[in-house]
């Protein structure tokens, strides 16, 4: 294995590293952004934390 080739095996190391970082980040956003209910109802004796209802 020659200089040039380790050269490129770790700058592909490097590329998929950061896309599967970017991708896992857009999966939890995904996540966070499709797990918030709507509209609940509150306790009688306390207010909504937003009131969307």
């Not at 980040?25 to 797990?35: D, G």
């Amino acid at each position: 294995m020659n200089a040039a080739h380790q050269r490129r095996l770790a700058i592909l190391g490097a590329v998929l590293l950061a896309a599967v970082f970017v991708a896992a980040n857009a999966h939890l956003i995904t996540v966070a952004v499709q797990s918030q209910s709507r509209c609940i109802a509150p306790a009688p004796d306390r207010p909504p934390a937003k009131n969307v209802c």
